[in-house]
């Protein structure tokens, strides 16, 4: 097989990043080791920014968004005592839209499909090669069993942490923070008891009450790292999540339902540099993590094909290498804003061992409720810099 752009990838960077550039008249094949069924139905989070949104939207990826999506004004931040509404509309003029990655995915699926986009679902043994010429490629086994081979212009990583590109860059520098805490995240069939997302401190541990739709919730408990989903009963976690939520308090009460989920995510973050090295480039959770907390990582993988996208087209197209030589730089700007960001909600709202930390924690979030200086830094961070930021 020979294309202009091969996409390692089939999550939402790679499926957006061929849509991108199909509309500018560029042409990919995206390789995945996943099945379709698996990549659109793993549960990620579910909050698009403002500028993702208007992305979307303007490649005509609006439609079921517009239709299904919430919009959220702000969120509610809390501890014991207090619940305070940080209202990004007053703030900075953007709101965010409640919309899962699920969703999002099987949207990009389907455009793909209209435009007749190649896919290869199921390889295995998937490598790059020659990125330092002009005719890199990739191999892999294909689902008949196979060996196979997908000659490009450029190669794009779009594989995730766990994926070969990034191990294809020669001498990378790489950031990485671990954290001593895992979110236990539930799906749970009943309605939120909240118009928006509350993010609660508390002396047990962090608690946040998401959603996904009007009848669907989504919730998290910080638990300890290595922690055993079995551990925690459905029972066990409706009870922690009624008190870090603050269940009773101020008439605010929360009702529980049946849990269709249950999964414990790992915190943490890394950061690996450059996003280029030839003809080979990554974008997404491939060159970047960041723990959940502020709900970054999809909205910080479409900022980046946001900008790949048109900097790919001025080079296979116009031949143009400006965009594509300044990628890297440009998207890191933004990768090390959300990666504070998310940093910094991270270490505000989770308990640690240490009692100074709690105090500093208690004063941030009292500076932050109190403060339109304080609550305008997380709603202008929260709400979405804009691309290119
Ligand atoms: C969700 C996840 C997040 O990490 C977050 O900060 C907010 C919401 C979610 O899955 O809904």
């Given at each position: 097989m020979r294309t202009q752009v091969a996409i390692v990838g089939a999550g939402p960077a790679g499926l957006l990043l061929s849509h991108l550039l199909d509309r500018a008249g560029v042409e990919s094949v995206i390789v995945e080791t996943r099945s379709r069924e698996y990549v659109e139905a793993r549960i990620r989070a579910g909050i698009l920014e403002q500028s993702t949104v208007d992305l979307l939207r303007a490649a005509g990826l609006g439609e079921r968004l517009d239709r299904e999506g919430d919009v959220h004004r702000g969120i509610h931040l809390q501890w014991p005592g207090h619940r305070h509404h940080v209202d990004f509309v007053d703030l900075v003029g953007r709101t965010v839209t409640v919309y899962g990655q699920t969703e999002v995915t099987k949207d990009l699926g389907r455009a793909r499909d209209a435009a007749g986009q190649q896919i290869v679902y199921e390889v295995a043994d998937t490598a790059v090669h020659d990125?330092?010429?002009d005719r890199p490629y990739v191999t892999f086994i294909g689902p008949d069993g196979r060996p196979d081979r997908l000659d490009a212009d450029v190669v794009v990583g779009c594989?995730?942490?766990?994926?070969?590109c990034r191990r294809a860059m020669p001498d990378p520098s790489v950031w990485e923070r671990v954290y001593p805490y895992s979110w236990l995240g539930i799906l749970a069939d009943v309605a939120p008891s909240t118009d928006e997302l509350i993010y609660a401190w508390h002396p047990d541990g962090f608690a946040l009450h998401s959603m996904r739709s009007s009848t669907v919730s989504r919730l998290y408990l910080q638990v300890p790292?290595?922690?055993?989903?079995?551990?925690?009963s459905d029972d066990r976690i409706w009870e922690a999540l009624a008190t870090r939520l603050g269940h009773g308090e101020n008439g605010w009460t929360l009702t529980p339902g049946p849990i269709t989920e249950k999964s414990v995510l790992p915190m943490r973050s890394f950061v690996q540099e450059p996003l280029r090295h030839g003809r080979l480039f990554l974008a997404g959770d491939a060159a970047h993590i960041v723990p959940p907390t502020g709900a970054k990582g999809l909205n910080l993988a479409v900022a980046d094909v946001a900008l790949l996208a048109p900097a790919l087209a001025a080079l296979l197209r116009?031949?143009?290498?400006e965009l594509a030589d300044a990628y890297s730089d440009t998207a890191l700007r933004r990768v090390w804003r959300c990666t504070h960001f998310s940093w910094w909600m991270t270490t505000m709202l989770h308990t640690s061992a240490d009692p100074f930390d709690t105090q500093l924690q208690l004063s941030q979030l009292r500076w932050v409720a109190a403060s339109t200086a304080g609550a305008t830094g997380l709603a202008e961070n929260y709400a979405g810099l804009p691309f290119g930021y």
């Open positions: 990125i330092e010429t594989d995730g942490s766990f994926g070969p790292a290595g922690t055993e989903v079995e551990t925690w116009d031949k143009n290498p």
